[in-house]
């Protein structure tokens, strides 16, 4: 998941945590939108642990001398 899809995850979380107000028996939407958040969230930070793993790989093959 990159950011694209992190930033909807928290869009749809926010709108069914803070403008959604129909009531479920079988559903919280204000939690199912925290949790959506909180996916969206933890996608970001891994997207960025995954880019910065990406450049230290980049970093390392160009400081090998040349053959």
């Known amino acids: ?6 930033i909807a ?9 803070f403008a959604v107000r129909d009531n479920f028996n079988e559903v919280d939407l204000t939690v199912v939108g925290y949790i959506l958040m909180a996916a969206g969230a933890l996608g970001i930070v891994l997207s960025f642990v995954a880019q910065g793993q990406r450049n ?4 390392r093959r160009d400081d090998l001398p040349p053959r």
């Open 9 to 17: 995850l928290i869009a749809i979380g926010a709108i069914l945590s």
């Open 56 to 59: 230290a790989a980049l970093r």
């Open 1 to 6: 998941m990159y950011f694209g899809g992190s």
